[in-house]
């Protein structure tokens, strides 16, 4: 069965969010103090996440990507992906990961049937990874993406959210580093989500300014002409190189946005930058049958108008989406409860 939402966009991809907590503090993501935890009773179990996964691939999931918060904190989390990968009618099994606890857990997670990896990786110089993360765990992130290409994955991708002064001059220096790993480096330009609560438009960088400056570089830069619905554009070096931007901030992809996340309690968001979410986890533990979550499910999807970001985009002045006060509220609202 597929479903679809008022704007045509079908319901393939999941994100699953299986811990709010984090063990790095980005700059970009969790510049605060202090956080509000949600309570550990209501973390869902991974019987009930598969119990949920099954019922998304009913409706046409299958595609899924495990994130956080920091994914590899969550304990057993080889038990989830044997769950999961034992799936036929998932095509996909991701993750995505700052990579500190990577090197001790890559071979583990390859084992239990993980499809493929993405490190979110800003920076090359430590002490930058230091003062933008506020943990000094450089090394170990750059020995968890060797031990990436060790145990065996393909198609690694690394993730670098691009901030004007402060990584905006590593751009080559990453895309050589990636080619290096063997990885595909993606470059995020740097969204007003919640959490981003210093977020500013002056620290984007677009990615018009970012094809500017790697065309500079190395010449011609070809788009690479492909059907997906993934959110970056890949582009070649005149070396063959590919690399993609995600520009959620300056050029939007919402018309084709099938993605859909589920936090580590069972909140269901239609769009990073929706308000409101779906309990299932309160109809899940009170018993509702599959064909009552499944009605629940697909009666919210084809209700679906969320285009957060092009919303966004239309705004006259930007500020940081969520105010801190709301977000200790509801931390539903921040981005590493809601996984990225
Ligand atoms: N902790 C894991 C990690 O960092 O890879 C997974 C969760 S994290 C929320 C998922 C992704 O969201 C990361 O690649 C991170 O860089 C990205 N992200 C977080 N805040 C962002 C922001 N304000 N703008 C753009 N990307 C952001
Ligand atoms: Fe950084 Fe990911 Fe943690 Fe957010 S959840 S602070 S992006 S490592
Ligand atoms: Fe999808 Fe919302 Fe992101 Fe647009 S803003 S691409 S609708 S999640």
């Not at 008022?6 to 999941?14: A, D, K, V």
């Not at 990896?117 to 993406?145: C, K, M, W, Y």
Request: aromatic share 6%; net charge neutral.
């Amino acid at each position: 069965m597929v479903v679809h939402d008022t704007f045509q966009r079908s319901l393939r991809n999941l994100r699953i969010s299986v811990t709010d907590r984090c063990n790095l503090r980005c700059a970009y993501c969790m510049p605060e103090e202090d956080y509000v935890w949600l309570p550990r009773e209501q973390i869902l179990h991974f019987e009930e996440v598969s119990a949920l996964a099954d019922i998304f691939m009913d409706l046409g999931v299958d595609k899924i990507r495990l994130t956080g918060g920091e994914p590899l904190l969550r304990r057993d989390l080889g038990a989830l992906i044997r769950l999961l990968a034992a799936k036929p009618r998932l095509r996909d099994l991701a993750i995505t990961t700052n990579g500190v606890l990577l090197a001790e857990q890559a071979g583990s997670l390859k084992e239990a049937g993980l499809g493929r990896v993405t490190v979110s990786l800003d920076t090359l110089r430590p002490d930058r990874f230091t003062a933008l993360t506020r943990r000094a765990n450089h090394a170990q992130v750059l020995e968890g993406i060797a031990a990436v290409h060790a145990a065996g994955f393909a198609r690694t991708k690394l993730d670098t959210v691009v901030m004007r002064g402060v990584n905006d001059d590593e751009l080559t220096d990453l895309l050589e580093y990636g080619q290096g790993v063997p990885a595909e480096i993606r470059f995020i330009e740097y969204m007003d989500v919640g959490g981003a609560t210093r977020w500013s438009m002056d620290k984007v960088v677009s990615r018009a300014e970012m094809l500017e400056v790697l065309g500079r570089r190395y010449g011609r830069i070809e788009p690479v002409v492909e059907e997906s619905t993934a959110p970056a554009d890949r582009y070649a070096l005149p070396d063959g190189t590919v690399f993609g931007i995600i520009s959620s901030t300056t050029e939007p992809f919402c018309a084709s946005c099938d993605r859909s996340r589920l936090t580590a309690d069972g909140m269901w968001y239609l769009c990073l930058y929706a308000q409101r979410g779906i309990d299932l986890r309160g109809p899940l533990r009170q018993g509702a049958s599959r064909d009552e979550l499944k009605a629940l499910i697909v009666d919210a999807w084809k209700r679906r108008a969320d285009r957060g970001a092009e919303q966004r985009l239309r705004l006259r002045d930007r500020t940081p989406l969520v105010q801190i006060g709301r977000l200790r509220e509801d931390p539903h609202l921040e981005m590493h409860t809601r996984g990225g």
